[in-house]
């Protein structure tokens, strides 16, 4: 079983920026795909960004490009999400989670594992 705890997050003024963790543990695998989502109240879990556990190609939702940056660190066994720019409507619950298969995919049934979910709020 793989464990993802996530930290950071919070309050924050518009046009703040902050970063997420997410610390992976217990039975690893090799490279897996790791994504961000979030999900807003009444709205849909929505895909923010993801990446190769080892490297390589990002990928990122029209609504963060250009302020978001996800990244990982093997030594560390963390997951990161940095968030630039914020605006009000990136207020969610946003998640980790990793997906077992190593190819890319923006929807939530494509993964495995979840972390605990983490509050970020962008007050105007």
């Known amino acids: 079983q793989v464990q993802l705890v996530q930290s950071g997050g919070g309050l924050v003024q518009a046009g703040g920026s902050l970063r997420l963790s997410c610390a992976a543990s217990g039975r690893t695998f090799s490279s897996p795909f790791m994504g961000w989502f979030r999900q807003a109240p009444g709205k849909e879990r929505e895909f923010v960004a993801g990446?190769?556990?080892?490297?390589?190609?990002?990928y990122y939702s029209d609504s963060v490009k250009g302020r978001a940056l996800i990244s990982t660190d093997n030594a560390k066994n963390t997951a990161y999400l940095q968030m630039n720019s914020l605006k009000p409507e990136d207020t969610a619950v946003y998640y980790c989670?990793?997906?077992?298969?190593?190819?890319?995919?923006?929807?939530?049934?494509?993964?495995?594992?979840w972390g605990q979910g983490t509050q970020v709020t962008v007050s105007s």
């Open positions: 989670a990793a997906r077992i298969l190593r190819d890319h995919c923006s929807a939530y049934e494509c993964y495995d594992y």
């Open positions: 990446m190769p556990w080892s490297g390589g190609r990002t």
